[in-house]
């Protein structure tokens, strides 16, 4: 069993895994539960939907469900990811003490473990509408492709973008009661600029590992304008959000309300060293903080606009 001081580095919780018993512990490891900042990001922009359709008090349940439902099925994709990468991961260090490359969990316990968590997933699913419920399973074509997406293009993160923005048409089409569809499309459009730009950071991680194996990244892409690259993706991204905060609410005050996510995006780009991975590893884990604070404008703007 792999020794909890070589779990990969970016796992927070190092202590808490390996308080787990031995079998158990290459499960957690495997669906990320070591890492909740995985699961913050697929839930956020959910919560944004949620909270800009005016839903975050009346429909508090369902921020629950979503939280649920994002860490199971973060989850279920990262032991699908890992199930279809193992062989590559063997070859980057990072990655080769996975469950599944070192050993810890076999192929046919994984296939398992995915099971499992899909069942999750499949509870919350029952929780939501008709019309939510279609465009939630429309997702799984999009999770099944992103694997091999690092082998056909440079930018996979933009792939990526897509299957962790997706909440937002789910929680739209679960707590919308106006029938206006374009602050989703803005907000969505926002949120896969935003995730281009902060798993850009990430992959600045395994950026030479990846130039050995021939993974491509957006990160690889850049190359030295990777700082430049990430601040792009960010203004475009507060710009979608600022268009979809003026649709739902049609006042300065309202793009006001994105100004600390737009000043801590800000530092992740200008305090970001391409070079320093432990750096870069940070600067992602903070967007944590950033989908917080988009949180918080969408809540005021669609609190507001209930009114």
């Known amino acids: 069993m792999t020794d909890v001081a070589t779990i990969v580095p970016d796992s927070e919780h190092k202590g808490l895994v390996g308080r787990l018993p031995p ?8 669906a990320r ?4 900042i995985g699961w913050w990001l697929l839930f956020w922009p959910g919560a944004w939907a949620i909270g800009l359709a005016g839903g975050a008090i009346a429909r508090w349940d369902m921020l629950v469900w979503f939280l649920i439902g994002s860490i199971a099925m973060r989850g279920a994709g990262c032991v699908f990811n890992d199930i279809v ?3 590559l991961d063997a070859q980057v260090e990072r990655t080769r003490s996975r469950p599944l490359p070192s050993g810890d969990v076999s192929l046919k316990a994984a296939w398992a473990w995915l099971v499992t968590l899909s069942l999750i997933g499949l509870v919350v699913l029952l929780q939501l509408r008709p019309l939510a419920q279609l ?34 048409p789910v929680a739209w089409a679960e707590v919308a009661t106006r029938g206006v569809w374009l602050p989703l499309a803005f907000l969505y459009a926002g949120s896969i600029a935003w995730v281009v730009g902060y798993d850009t950071i990430y992959a600045l991680q395994d950026i030479e590992d990846d130039a ?6 957006s990160a690889r892409a850049l190359g030295r304008r990777v700082r430049p690259g990430v601040a792009a993706f960010y203004a475009v991204a507060l710009s979608c959000w600022g268009a979809a905060l003026w649709q739902v609410f049609a006042d300065p005050l309202a793009l006001l309300a994105l100004l600390p996510a737009a000043a801590h995006l800000g530092w992740q780009v200008m305090t970001l060293v391409p070079g320093d991975g432990a750096n870069a590893l940070a600067r992602f884990r903070s967007n944590r903080t950033a989908g917080l604070l988009v949180f918080l404008a969408c809540l005021t703007v669609g609190t507001a606009a209930s009114f």
């Open 85 to 87: 990468d193992r062989k």
């Open 212 to 217: 050995l194996v021939g993974v491509k990244s």
């Open 135 to 168: 465009i939630a399973l429309a997702s799984l074509a999009l999770v099944a492709a992103y694997p091999f997406m690092k082998r056909i293009t440079w930018w996979p993160q933009a792939w990526l973008g897509m299957v962790f923005s997706w909440a937002a």
């Open 33 to 36: 539960f070591d890492r909740p």
């Open 23 to 30: 079998k158990w512990r290459g499960f957690a490891l495997l």
